[in-house]
């Protein structure tokens, strides 16, 4: 990993969407295609909703209702979360002008031995 890292600003509105300058595309990289790559995107997701959902709370109504009322759109948008997870971290990293196929990148190096054994094992 680059020892070039955003800022706390840079890094904010990076996580929502700015473009950081080319010097930093080796974090972006690893950002968006290493080890825990799913993870930061789906906590990007959640986090503005999450804010969201806690300001329904300042309704006034029965907790039980808001109780219901928030886990159920949290649920509905859980999923959608991270169904669209790979898409949007190949998406960011086509608007860095880097290859989308980095996303995958920590996937393909921790799965090569199995992909290989199998090549060798089922190719004709």
Known sequence: MS????????YVTYSYGRTLPESMNDWVAED????????RTSIRFLLPYVVVLGLLWLIPAEPVILAGVTAIMFLSFLPLSVAL???????????HGMDPAL?????????AAL?????????R
């Open 32 to 39: 968006l295609g290493g080890r825990g790559a799913a993870v």
């Open 85 to 95: 997870n790979p898409m949007y971290r190949r998406g960011r990293l086509m608007r």
């Open 115 to 123: 992909i290989n054994e199998y090549e060798d094992r089922f190719s």
């Open 3 to 10: 020892s070039t890292r955003p800022s706390p600003w840079q």
């Open 103 to 111: 996303a995958d990148a920590w996937v393909r190096r921790r799965d």
